[in-house]
């Protein structure tokens, strides 16, 4: 007859056990360290409300772990420096910016305490317009290399996109050609174990940024699972450079019938700045492989390209400062006339919302042109939560209707344009590696501001009435997704 009383004593006893987990967690783990206040909230809220998978999210993902990839990082970044010392690298690349107005010396000061390099003059930039446009300019690029090809995406997939890449560069390096792949192991998991076989054999490497394999067994020695590469960098012989939003697959050219149309944006680099995207490279490429890759022609020397003056702003979770959200903040801030941005992930710190909020207050013509859907519905309610504030400070934000926005650019009246790999939300301020190139001079900015025009042809305004008109339980339900931002 003692069995329920016993039953009942295990119950309690669990239960206080668990109670007791939840109030190590919250209280020793989250509020005794040293983070972000929002995120604190945010990790509360989500295991309050889902207490086991909670707190087991937040030992998987949670706890920073920043120490131990800084670490790394920042050996491999000692190291990278060195070379590119050796080879005079920097000095090349800030000889050319000192003739610049007063606005663009504010930004070329801040650029040289974010970035690994500084920004460089003598380079010519093009804006390519969907993924059609830039895997031809890519495949020209890549077919007239005389000595290196260097390419890193976070997506490759393994369907026709893919394969014909690969095919490629296998043929580059079957003709002798250097030829190197990053690939991040989370965005990249679709991936055959022998999809870069070919292009092994042919003598050329490819690299998995972060396997899955090391961190998953060992955890608890190594970095979150979420701090991915999120980049896209092709460099050919040192001289031609890409970055932007475009990944490797079938969906980029609008072949995928579950995700339609795919407007998305991408540039094609010459000059110095190349050197930039080539340093980030071999930091990756050295963290990846533990091998520093040493060959005065990765850093070739050569005449002006063109008249841009472009800084290249990496970031990560290895970094003190997040670095491009400080840049877009600053950029914001000194905006005189307009500030016309197209990003497909839209959850804005409160440093952007603020930047963003303040400009508009002041007169500045600001419109932000978002997808009309997304690929994740809790990261669409969380962005309509910040509609309203925004309206009310008088920005213009639009919804992009004709298929699925992928863009990620943003134009400063005729002054500063970028084009990068940065969504504008948490991830990718402060957990993944990103790059984004910020192209000083009005006809790039010019030719993004057409792009622009376009797409609002494509898209529909949202008013205040858009937000009056939610019930209460959708209210509740994007506000909670609002509370979770943090984590998206």
């Given at each position: 007859?003692?069995l329920p009383f016993?039953?009942?004593?295990m119950?309690?006893?669990?239960?206080i056990?668990a109670l007791?987990?939840?109030?190590?967690v919250?209280?020793?783990?989250?509020?005794?360290?040293r983070r972000?206040?929002?995120a604190?909230?945010?990790?509360?809220?989500?295991?309050?409300?889902?207490?086991?998978?909670?707190v087991?999210?937040?030992l998987t993902?949670?706890h920073t772990?920043?120490?131990?990839?800084?670490?790394?990082?920042?050996?491999?970044e000692a190291?990278?420096r060195?070379?590119?010392s050796?080879?005079?690298?920097?000095?090349?690349?800030?000889a050319?910016?000192g003739?610049?107005?007063?606005?663009?010396?504010?930004?070329i000061?801040?650029g040289?305490?974010l970035?690994s390099?500084?920004?460089?003059?003598?380079?010519?930039a093009r804006?390519?317009?969907?993924?059609?446009?830039?895997?031809?300019?890519?495949?020209l690029?890549i077919?007239a290399a005389?000595h290196h090809?260097?390419?890193?995406?976070y997506?490759?997939q393994?369907d026709?996109?893919?394969?014909?890449l690969?095919?490629l560069?296998?043929?580059?390096?079957?003709?002798?050609?250097?030829v190197?792949v990053?690939?991040?192991a989370?965005?990249?998991?679709?991936?055959?174990a022998?999809f870069?076989e070919?292009?092994?054999?042919?003598?050329g490497?490819?690299?998995?940024?972060?396997?899955l394999?090391?961190?998953?067994?060992?955890?608890?020695?190594?970095d979150?699972?979420?701090?991915r590469?999120?980049?896209?960098?092709v460099v050919?012989?040192?001289?031609v450079?890409?970055t932007g939003?475009?990944?490797?697959?079938?969906?980029?050219?609008g072949?995928?019938?579950e995700i339609?149309?795919?407007?998305?944006?991408?540039?094609?680099?010459?000059g110095?700045a190349?050197?930039s995207?080539?340093?980030t490279?071999?930091?990756?490429w050295l963290?990846?492989?533990?091998e520093t890759l040493?060959?005065?022609?990765?850093f070739?020397?050569?005449p002006?390209a063109?008249?841009?003056?472009?800084q290249i702003?990496d970031s990560g979770?290895?970094?003190?400062w997040?670095s491009?959200?400080?840049?877009?903040?600053?950029?914001?801030?000194l905006a005189?006339?307009?500030?016309?941005?197209?990003n497909?992930?839209?959850?804005?710190?409160q440093?952007i919302e603020?930047?963003l909020?303040?400009?508009?207050?002041?007169?500045?013509?600001?419109?932000?042109?978002l997808p009309?859907?997304?690929?994740?519905?809790?990261?669409?309610?969380?962005?309509h939560?910040?509609?309203?504030?925004?309206l009310?400070a008088?920005?213009?934000?639009?919804?992009?209707a004709?298929?699925?926005v992928?863009a990620?650019?943003?134009?400063?009246?005729?002054?500063v344009?970028?084009?990068?790999?940065?969504?504008?939300?948490m991830?990718?301020?402060?957990?993944n590696?990103?790059?984004?190139a910020?192209i000083?001079?009005p006809?790039?900015?010019e030719?993004?501001?057409r792009?622009f025009?376009?797409?609002?042809q494509?898209?529909?305004?949202?008013?205040?009435?858009w937000?009056?008109r939610m019930?209460?339980?959708?209210?509740?339900?994007?506000?909670i997704?609002?509370l979770l931002?943090p984590l998206?």
């Amino acid at each position: 007859m003692a069995l329920p009383f016993d039953l009942a004593m295990m119950t309690t006893v669990v239960e206080i056990l668990a109670l007791l987990a939840h109030a190590v967690v919250i209280g020793a783990v989250l509020l005794a360290r040293r983070r972000d206040p929002t995120a604190t909230i945010a990790w509360i809220l989500f295991i309050l409300l889902f207490p086991l998978v909670g707190v087991l999210l937040y030992l998987t993902l949670g706890h920073t772990r920043v120490r131990r990839i800084t670490k790394r990082s920042t050996r491999a970044e000692a190291r990278i420096r060195e070379l590119t010392s050796r080879y005079e690298v920097r000095a090349r690349l800030g000889a050319a910016s000192g003739t610049a107005d007063a606005r663009t010396r504010t930004m070329i000061r801040l650029g040289s305490a974010l970035a690994s390099a500084p920004a460089s003059g003598g380079n010519a930039a093009r804006v390519l317009i969907d993924a059609a446009a830039t895997y031809r300019e890519m495949t020209l690029a890549i077919s007239a290399a005389r000595h290196h090809v260097h390419v890193q995406f976070y997506i490759i997939q393994p369907d026709a996109v893919g394969t014909a890449l690969r095919d490629l560069l296998v043929a580059r390096a079957a003709a002798g050609i250097e030829v190197r792949v990053i690939c991040d192991a989370v965005g990249s998991m679709s991936l055959p174990a022998d999809f870069w076989e070919p292009l092994r054999a042919s003598g050329g490497h490819a690299a998995t940024f972060s396997p899955l394999s090391r961190l998953l067994p060992h955890w608890r020695r190594r970095d979150r699972v979420d701090f991915r590469n999120h980049r896209k960098i092709v460099v050919v012989d040192g001289r031609v450079g890409f970055t932007g939003g475009i990944n490797v697959g079938k969906e980029y050219l609008g072949l995928d019938p579950e995700i339609g149309r795919w407007r998305d944006t991408h540039l094609r680099i010459e000059g110095p700045a190349v050197l930039s995207l080539q340093q980030t490279f071999l930091h990756d490429w050295l963290l990846a492989t533990d091998e520093t890759l040493d060959d005065e022609r990765y850093f070739p020397a050569g005449p002006p390209a063109g008249d841009c003056l472009v800084q290249i702003i990496d970031s990560g979770p290895d970094q003190t400062w997040a670095s491009v959200e400080f840049y877009y903040a600053q950029a914001i801030a000194l905006a005189c006339e307009r500030v016309w941005i197209t990003n497909p992930y839209f959850i804005p710190s409160q440093l952007i919302e603020s930047a963003l909020t303040l400009a508009a207050l002041r007169g500045v013509d600001v419109r932000v042109l978002l997808p009309k859907k997304s690929d994740s519905r809790v990261v669409t309610l969380a962005s309509h939560s910040y509609y309203a504030p925004l309206l009310h400070a008088g920005v213009a934000i639009f919804e992009y209707a004709r298929g699925f926005v992928h863009a990620k650019t943003m134009v400063v009246d005729d002054w500063v344009a970028t084009v990068g790999s940065a969504n504008m939300d948490m991830r990718s301020f402060k957990l993944n590696f990103e790059i984004n190139a910020f192209i000083f001079g009005p006809r790039l900015c010019e030719d993004l501001a057409r792009q622009f025009t376009v797409d609002l042809q494509a898209a529909t305004p949202v008013t205040r009435e858009w937000d009056r008109r939610m019930g209460l339980a959708r209210r509740l339900v994007r506000g909670i997704a609002r509370l979770l931002s943090p984590l998206l």
